[in-house]
């Protein structure tokens, strides 16, 4: 069995704890060995509860799940390089979110949770909805002003409830954790369970790449989310034996909000005070991840980098993926904009998710 871990003062938890943060305010890490039964992979359901014995939820009855995952991972030839996309917009509810979802309101119901609370720009709020709705448990989504009208609307069609907060991300993410002090908080960004769901991402291209591992995954990060479950995705398959060396981790933020990148520069491991601009790139648009040193350990761990894009780059990038068939978000452009400014060498093996559908944000 596993535990959780604090990422600061070592404190241990047990994994049926119902925590977001350590006593000592840091976030959370699950301590858990995740196996691997590759010959039973054949016979399984193309969804990502395939690899069940790597995810740390004891009971298969509190699975809560569309059979989602197993996107499909495709060649693209962009400008002369040669890249593999995820394409992650696919899920349920039309972004990679469900995985981090799927598990962690699995956790919310074997721990026998009635209702849950989480803020979001939007994605998670989503995700985090609609599988409440499937698990039967009620949830108050925390949403800043000026968040796409299509998310909102989605969020409302679940039947979740909808709270539109005055002021910053920041702002929202203080009215959701108030509000949890009496109920549990499905964090995106708090949560370690999310963590053991976005990784599955990592053991999908595993599979996919006939048991190996690429050399290298470029993602948009705002909270890290998708960065930190990928990296831990194959740190699992590392630990098992069952690929040789970790991909590195290039990191992408939009440079109307890119405290990552400015750490990354400065190697700085304080959060500078950023005042973030508005930018297209709405799903990154984060000014103080809560887990920025661990994002920077995996970068660097990693020997990759932080990349920033404009708004042009951006504009760009999503205009160029979406005229070749693949409709996706702004956000998530960002990801192909940096990779229009990395010079891979040769023979490179990348990865690159696109982290949301264009249609929550089509009017933009
Ligand atoms: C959430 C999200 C991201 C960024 O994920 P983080 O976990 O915040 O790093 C990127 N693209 C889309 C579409 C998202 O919803
Ligand atoms: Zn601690």
């Known amino acids: 069995m596993g535990k959780i871990v604090c990422n600061k003062c070592g404190k241990k938890y047990s994994l049926n704890e119902s925590l977001w943060r350590c ?10 060995k995740a196996k691997f039964f590759r010959n039973e992979l054949k016979k399984r359901k193309p969804a990502m509860w395939r690899y069940r014995e790597a995810i740390p939820v004891d009971s298969d ?14 060649k693209q030839d962009m400008n002369g390089k040669r890249v593999l996309l995820k394409l992650e917009q696919l899920f349920t509810t039309g972004s990679f979110k469900d995985r981090g979802a799927s598990v962690l309101i699995s956790k919310a119901k074997e721990a026998g949770i009635k209702s849950v609370v989480e803020d979001s720009s939007g994605n998670a709020g989503c995700a985090v909805a609609a599988y409440c709705v499937k698990a039967g448990i009620n949830c108050d989504i925390y949403v800043p002003e000026n968040t796409s009208p299509g998310k909102l609307r989605q969020i409302r069609a679940y039947g979740a409830n909808l709270l539109e907060v005055k002021g910053s991300r920041e702002d929202t993410a203080k009215a959701a954790q108030n509000a949890a002090e009496n109920t549990f908080y499905a964090s ?47 740190k699992d398959l590392m630990n098992a034996g069952l690929i040789k060396k970790l991909p590195k981790f290039i990191g992408v933020q939009a440079e109307k909000c890119a405290p990552l990148y400015h750490m990354y520069k400065e190697n700085n491991d304080r959060i500078p005070e950023i005042k973030p601009e508005k930018t297209i790139a709405e799903g990154i648009r984060i000014s ?40 996706i978000e702004p956000t998530s452009a960002a990801g192909i904009a940096g990779f229009q400014k990395y010079k891979p060498v040769k023979k490179e093996i990348i990865v690159i998710p696109l982290t949301g559908h264009g249609l929550k944000t089509a009017k933009a």
């Open 288 to 327: 103080r991840p809560v887990r920025a040193n661990q994002i920077l350990d995996i970068i660097k761990e990693t020997g990759g980098r932080m990349i920033t894009v404009s708004e042009e780059e951006i504009k760009k990038a999503l205009l160029q993926i979406n005229k070749s068939g693949l409709f």
């Open 61 to 74: 009855k509190n699975i809560v799940s569309f059979d989602e995952g197993y996107t499909p991972l495709i």
């Open 188 to 234: 995106h960004v708090w949560n370690p369970f999310f963590l053991q769901g976005t990784k599955t991402f990592s053991y999908e291209i595993w599979e996919q790449l006939s048991f190996s591992a690429p050399d290298t995954v470029i993602t948009p990060v705002g909270h890290g989310s998708m960065l930190i479950g990928a990296f831990i995705g194959f």
């Open 23 to 32: 006593e000592c305010e840091s976030y959370l890490d699950i301590e858990f």
